[in-house]
């Protein structure tokens, strides 16, 4: 099967990459730095010509409002045509849980968008949704950190490692299109407070981690069920104590 990766120096596809090319695929790995731009449009048919799975896995430059939306909906405009063009026989675009729930986040308003472009666009697709990464707790820990305490929101985050969500990608891309959406997540779903107490005793920190109502999620409200994976999920087999004892 002939695969265009794009995005494929990312974290999530440059694994990618490797892991359909060790399954006997033929890979086109497409990024800025091989000459592909998702916005101009650049390296697109050639990237794209012969192939019969496109994953897009590119991610914005900026996670400002403004500039994300721009980002995200020109890229769509601009890969869902050439893949039409190609004759493109399934696109999958890697997405995240929650982001149809929470609009008051200019990131996930945005991925939303591009999950809409691409339901829209008249090829077979797959959405897959993704909890958050592994790879990022500390920073969203960092992100609740102030004045020596980490105040984080009453509500739960299900980690998932990356090396997880690039298996599922790949497993998905060689699959029938579900002309749908696949939600994925860690194994255990977490408050933001044992999340922060995992981070602090990784790093041998000992600060305060306070529930705070009025904390938000990169500026955004959530609960409970806001960032976590429903009935019908898949849940892959790292977790976040695994992941740190290996990192």
């Not at 020109?74 to 696109?91: E, F, I, M």
């Not at 968008?113 to 077979?124: K, L, S």
């Not at 993704?130 to 299900?158: C, K, M, N, W, Y």
Request: hydrophobic share 45%; net charge negative.
């Amino acid at each position: 099967m002939r695969i265009t990766v794009i995005g494929a120096s990312g974290q999530i596809g440059s694994r990618v990459v490797g892991l359909l090319r060790r399954a006997g695929h033929e890979v086109v790995g497409a990024a800025l730095s091989t000459g592909v731009d998702v916005r101009s449009g650049a390296g697109l048919p050639e990237a794209m010509d012969g192939a019969d799975v496109v994953v897009d896995v590119v991610n914005s430059p900026s996670f400002e409002d403004g500039p994300v939306m721009e980002f995200f909906t020109v890229a769509a405009h601009r890969l869902l045509g050439a893949a039409r063009a190609a004759g493109v026989g399934h696109y999958l675009v890697l997405s995240i849980v929650g982001c149809d729930r929470l609009p008051d986040s200019g990131y996930l308003r945005a991925k939303a968008a591009q999950e809409r472009a691409v339901a829209a666009a008249g090829i077979p697709y797959t959405i897959v949704r993704a909890t958050q990464f592994d790879e990022f707790a500390a920073a969203i820990v960092d992100s609740l950190t102030h004045d020596g305490q980490v105040r984080v929101p009453d509500g739960r985050i299900q980690p998932i490692a990356a090396d997880d969500v690039a298996a599922e990608v790949a497993r998905s891309a060689v699959a029938a299109p579900r002309n749908g959406v696949r939600d994925i997540g860690g194994p255990e779903k977490m408050s933001f407070a044992e999340l922060a107490r995992t981070v602090l005793a990784d790093r041998g920190r000992e600060l305060p981690v306070v529930i705070d109502p009025r904390a938000t999620y990169f500026g955004t409200v959530v609960d409970a069920d806001s960032l976590v994976t429903g009935e019908g999920a898949t849940l892959a087999p790292t977790t976040p104590a695994d992941w740190f004892a290996q990192h």
